[in-house]
């Protein structure tokens, strides 16, 4: 079976392909100082409360976060007796190179869901992806990664504004019922989820006229579904885009699950 693993900035994903389908999929929180026997221990728990029996014989890593890669190095070559895939890496190919400016190293995971994407919803895409940073990654008529905009997450922000200003309170993502707050809460929230909604509208608008061609917008990660309620910002959202990407680029590279 085939482990994939998405280690973000603030969560890592780990998910087990069977060669027809993913049968499980746990997250954890993302701490470069984790061993791999402590990832071992965590994984096969999880594996056996799942009664998960078949054994684990490829792994796919995209990472933001490098200083994970050792100890996942680790515990795919102790524990699996394998060599993981790491996205990013020369060993490792993609469906499409990416065309950006020259030395520019683009993030793993964005390699990875614009391989996703383009394999599920063809060309001229945009990809808006709600993580600790939320990203926006066009994909061409070809399926190459050709640049983005980044800008804060929405939960980093709501962060910043509770770290900066000590009269505001720390609140949840929420879509409030109305846009003008009766509140400090109703106030910050509808400041947060509509601005979003705003960012989202008006980066994908200012994308499409630059790009000069029809364009369909893909929302992943978890707060999408939340800001598709805002308005129909997205033509589909996938939940499970990076897994799927990695699957993807895993099999372009002659692995077998």
């Known amino acids: 079976m085939l482990l994939c693993i998405d280690c973000g900035n603030t969560n890592t994903v780990f998910s087990i392909w069977n060669g027809e389908r993913f049968v499980a999929t746990w997250r954890a ?10 990832y071992y221990v965590w994984l096969s728990t999880l ?3 799942q009664k998960i029996e078949a054994k684990i014989t490829e792994v796919i890593i995209s990472t933001t976060v490098p200083r994970v890669v050792f100890n996942l190095r680790v515990l795919c070559s102790r ?6 895939l790491v996205v990013g890496k020369p ?3 993609l469906p499409v190179a990416p065309r950006v400016d020259p030395g520019t190293r683009v993030g793993p995971d964005r390699l990875v869901n614009a391989a996703a994407a383009f394999d599920l919803h063809g060309g001229d895409l945009i990809v808006v992806d709600f993580g600790t940073a939320t990203t926006f990654d066009v994909v061409d008529t070809d399926g190459a990664y050709i640049g983005g905009v980044i800008a804060p997450g929405v939960n980093l922000s709501l962060e910043a504004l509770h770290m900066a200003a000590a009269a505001l309170p720390h609140v949840d993502v929420a879509r409030p019922d109305r846009v003008i707050g009766k509140n400090t809460v109703e106030c910050m929230q509808a400041g947060v989820f509509w601005g979003y909604v705003g960012l989202v ?3 994908c608008e200012r994308i499409k006229a630059e790009h000069e061609r029809p364009m369909r917008v893909i929302g992943t990660g978890g707060l999408a579904p939340l800001f598709a309620s805002g308005e129909a910002l997205f033509d589909d959202i996938q939940d499970d ?4 990407g990695l699957r993807i680029i895993h099999d372009l590279n002659g692995k077998t699950a």
């Open 47 to 49: 594996m056996n409360l």
């Open 201 to 203: 509208n008006g980066i």
């Open 241 to 244: 885009l990076t897994m799927h």
């Open 91 to 93: 060993e490792c190919r």
């Open 79 to 84: 524990y699996f007796d394998c060599r993981p």
């Open 29 to 38: 929180s993302t701490e470069h100082q984790r061993t791999a026997d402590q």
